[in-house]
């Protein structure tokens, strides 16, 4: 199974590529969601079993984005933290929030058994520790918070992952389990119950025909009634590009010479913080360890991040070697909310999903119930909590006011550095970089071999500036996060067009 990197995550080491047959024929369906992710497959067999007819559309494989990278935390609790939520939104807004969180995970669990999914589900205890006394007072404000959503949380005398910490909380009943296997078998339902899932099918644009969403493809138009971009981002140029700031989360699968793996979950509270968990891929035991966090395209060398990691995951563990590493994109909302629902800007019935920080397991789910209510029923419980055209000023212009300035930063400010950098010729093996050659602004990597890889360097979505991501091996838009491999081609939304080829031209 492929994903949006060059680095292969642990899950990808067991789950390969879906083997459905392919087809062109792209008959109308009730229903067309965008993105075979944990939101797009659990959305498209939630309306598949209401009788609502689907077609879910992938322009790659499975599992090809952030679910196939993440680490599978299933939390009761979020990046926001619950007093966060209700110093912004209000106590009743906090509590129906873990709700959703709850009923996420009678989900997933209705979902491993109606199916018969094995996916290493397991139900383990959450751990949060402070590390100093600043860390500390955050994680009383969290005590705080959980008490008066009713989330149960207290206090323990030791750390499972024996980092020495000042203060340590327990919060049962959260869970884990492997993506990929999970999404594998909810995709077949989907298709069993009548559901068609197109791979290798871009959606390239959307438009309002009558009372008619039409979709157009790299395999042909589809016409429905509703949309759903399960994207991450949605695609395009839309309202949600400036409500939203992509990040990159750094992880690592490691052996230990202790052979000791807690059966838990594990969060410090660093800013970004680290987070922590173990899983058995047959029959080998891995501590799966992530943090390191950035704005997408703002590190001019990401193999530092891994290194920082792996320097700090030292300190605390005795690492016998590095199974695997990854990186994934996730996307951090203004105002610490995701926003699912009706795409402002967009035809009626479009609907996305996105700004779910680091906890996509948990609100890919929740929007997949949220937006196939809506779509069958009309209503959700979730629908004004996630509303996409909701304004909270107070909880969200500082960070939009933040995130346009480097949007700002980038699409001018970028432009004018690139005149510094020196020439072409001036390039390793293995390297890229953004270069100014005959007045022109050119993305440049040459592989191991030796041979160049020349790119326009204006991002096709607003024509940012991308930035050479080393480890991953792609151009990144410090600007929104869309993503292009060496030759250009699309990994991430929210561009849709490739970068332009100029060594197909030469």
């Known amino acids: 199974m492929e994903r949006d990197g060059q680095l292969e995550s642990i899950w990808q080491s067991e789950i390969k590529h879906y083997g459905q047959a392919q087809t062109d024929v792209t008959p109308n369906k009730e229903v067309v969601i965008v993105g075979a992710g944990i939101t797009g497959i659990t959305c498209a067999l939630m309306l598949q079993k209401k009788g609502i007819n689907s077609i879910l559309v992938e322009a790659n494989n499975m599992g090809f984005g952030t679910s196939g990278g993440t680490t599978a935390h299933l939390n009761t609790f979020f990046d926001t933290p619950y007093f966060q939520v209700i110093k912004d939104f209000g106590l009743e807004s906090a509590k129906l929030l873990a709700n959703g969180a709850m009923e996420v995970h009678d989900i997933i669990k209705d979902n491993i058994n109606t199916y ?19 860390q500390d007072e955050e994680l009383e404000q969290i005590l705080e918070g959980h008490r008066q959503v009713g989330l149960d949380t207290f206090e323990v005398d030791n750390n499972p992952f024996g980092i020495p910490s000042v203060r340590v909380v327990e919060i049962p009943n959260q ?61 395009g140029r839309n309202i949600m590009h400036f409500r939203n700031a992509p990040y990159r989360s750094y992880v690592m699968a490691v052996k230990l010479r202790s052979g000791n793996y807690p059966e838990a979950l594990g969060y410090d509270m660093f800013e970004p913080y680290h987070y922590y968990r173990t899983h058995n891929i047959d029959g080998e035991d891995y501590l799966i360890a992530g943090g390191e966090d950035h704005k997408t395209g703002d590190v001019d060398n990401t193999t530092d991040s891994f290194e920082r990691l792996e320097s700090y995951l030292g300190m605390h563990f005795d690492i016998e070697s590095i199974a695997y590493r990854w990186s ?33 397991m ?20 979730y629908q004004d909590l996630f509303s996409p055209s909701r304004v909270k000023p107070m909880a969200g212009l500082n960070n939009i006011i933040t995130e346009a300035g480097s949007v700002i930063k980038h699409m001018v400010v970028d432009k004018l550095a690139v005149s510094k950098i020196v020439s072409l010729a001036e390039l390793k093996n293995d390297q890229g970089k953004v270069v100014k050659y005959e007045g022109d602004t050119l993305a440049v990597y040459k ?23 080393q480890a991953e091996k792609s151009w990144d838009c410090p600007c929104h996060g869309s993503r292009f491999d060496i030759n250009g081609d699309v990994l991430n939304a929210p561009a849709v067009k490739k970068l332009k080829n100029i060594s197909e031209l030469l």
């Open 175 to 235: 869970a884990q389990f492997h993506p990929l296997k999970y999404l594998r078998i909810l995709l077949k339902e989907f298709i069993n119950l009548g559901g068609l899932f197109l791979e290798d099918c871009r959606v390239t644009s959307v438009d309002k025909e009558g009372d008619d969403i039409v979709a157009t493809t790299t395999k042909g138009n589809i016409i429905s009634k509703h949309l759903v971009y399960a994207t991450h981002i949605p695609p």
């Open 328 to 360: 994934s994109q996730f996307y951090e909302p203004a105002d610490g909310l995701p926003y699912i629902g009706h795409l402002p800007g967009s035809p009626d019935n479009v609907y996305c999903a996105t700004g779910y920080s680091g906890n996509g």
């Open 447 to 469: 592989d191991a071999g030796g041979v160049s890889h020349i790119l326009q360097s204006d991002c096709t979505h607003l024509y940012c500036t991308v930035n050479w991501n």
């Open 362 to 381: 948990i609100f890919g789910t929740l929007a997949a119930k949220t937006i196939s209510d809506i779509i069958s029923t009309g209503s959700s419980d």
């Open 116 to 134: 018969q999914i094995y996916c290493d589900y397991s139900t383990r205890p959450g751990y949060l520790f402070s590390l100093d006394e600043s």
